[in-house]
């Protein structure tokens, strides 16, 4: 299973662009076209935010406003679109950070994609999961660490070429080190 983190406009050239995001997201775009057939499943997760979200300055929070729902900035970046769906295996799209008063990092901080994705897991005898994404110093990193919780570490090989991050990939590599999980290095 291909698991794809925020691919967002906001997080590539929007309110709240990571260092070297266009770039990797257009390389996974083409990947996804070369690896035709290697994954049964793509998964696609997105933030979701109400306008007055938690996580925005204007309310205390960390961030500038950012992927807020029917906006152009929540859009997944639009050349990734052909490749997934034009590859074999299926596609879903799961959703976090909706509610206005928490913060999700993490989609499995979400009940509902804990089950969704334990559910494709089992039904499709998913063996392993190729995760990646933006930004991987904040969300890619917390969907990891809450996904060896959920799965073990074993489950998990990190796409680092396709995970841009905004401390330039310290703190990913720092995890991938300590828990000694697989990656594309």
Request: proline fraction near 5%; charged fraction near 25%; glycine fraction near 8%.
């Amino acid at each position: 299973m291909l698991l794809i983190v925020d691919p967002q406009v906001d997080f590539i050239n929007g309110t709240l662009p990571v260092p070297d995001a266009e770039d990797a997201m257009n390389r996974l775009a083409d990947y996804i076209a070369y690896s035709d057939g290697l994954y049964v499943h793509k998964i696609v997760t997105a933030d979701r935010h109400p306008f007055d979200h938690c996580s925005f300055e204007d309310r205390d929070g960390s961030w500038p406003r950012h992927c807020v729902h029917d906006t152009v900035g929540a859009a997944v970046w639009q050349p990734l679109f052909p490749p997934l769906y034009l590859t074999h295996g299926k596609v879903t799209f799961l959703y976090k950070g909706e509610d206005r008063d928490a913060e999700e990092y993490s989609i499995f901080k979400n009940p509902e994609a804990v089950r969704m994705v334990s559910r494709i897991i089992d039904e499709e005898g998913i063996e392993g999961i190729d995760i990646c994404g933006i930004a991987g110093d904040i969300c890619v990193l917390d969907t990891l660490t809450d996904g060896i919780g959920l799965f073990g570490k074993d489950m998990f090989r990190v796409l680092t070429s396709f995970s841009p991050s905004i401390d330039g990939g310290k703190k990913l590599n720092h995890t991938i080190e300590n828990f000694q999980i697989s990656c594309d290095k």
